[in-house]
């Protein structure tokens, strides 16, 4: 009997999902002091806050991960600049995402990947967590890394289009379209916010 794309969508849904917010800190969306990526990080805000909402509503895991680095660390000796600097207010959570610390986790991290040194995957265990979706940015970078590690831990994943972003919008757009059609289908999905949000 053939297994065809409304099937799929109800099986890859029978999951315990968490969502994961990468890298939303005051020093990305500070708009008196924009990066190339500031004007795109603020517009996935609102998409993001709508997910937070409906994972709540669920009692579902919503985990922001956010660099917290070293002025002296080795990503700094190349052409990156220091930013989100551990303990300093840009390294904290954007006020333009609805976190609430009571309800959801902060796992600060000290390199790209959410599961770099964090407890992530142990939390996530935890929880009976079997799929992420991930939002924030950048999608080529964090978001990516954070994105393999999950599927190297065993989870399943969902990169969501609109709630991630990279600089210029070109990067972003050819990230997506590698991984519209990959081999770990249905492990790992591109989706909408809307799509996720009507499979769960």
């Not at 954007?94 to 976190?99: G, I, K, P, T, V």
């Not at 289908?185 to 916010?193: A, Q, T």
Request: charged share 25%; glycine share 4%; with cysteine.
């Amino acid at each position: 009997m053939a297994f065809n794309e409304s099937d799929q969508m109800k099986h890859f849904f029978e999951e315990k999902p968490a969502l994961l917010i990468i890298d939303m800190v005051k020093d990305n969306l500070d708009p008196d002091h924009p990066l190339p990526i500031t004007p795109y990080a603020i517009q996935i805000t609102a998409p993001i806050n709508r997910l937070i909402k409906v994972f709540r509503k669920h009692q579902w895991p919503v985990v922001f991960s956010t660099d917290a680095y070293y002025e002296e660390d080795f990503i700094f000796t190349g052409r990156l600049k220091p930013h989100s600097l551990a303990g300093t207010r840009g390294a904290e959570i954007a006020a333009e995402l609805d976190y609430q610390p009571g309800k959801d986790t902060w796992l600060p991290k000290r390199r790209f990947s959410a599961f770099f040194q964090t407890g992530l995957e142990k939390y996530l265990h935890e929880k009976k967590v079997t799929l992420c979706a991930l939002a924030g940015i950048t999608t080529g970078y964090c978001v990516l890394a954070t994105m393999m590690d999950a599927i190297c831990h065993d989870f399943k994943v969902v990169l969501l289009e609109d709630c991630t972003a990279a600089y210029p919008e070109t990067a972003h757009e050819n990230i997506l379209a590698v991984y519209r059609k990959n081999p770990l289908y249905p492990l790992l999905r591109v989706e909408s916010s809307s799509e996720i949000n009507q499979g769960l």
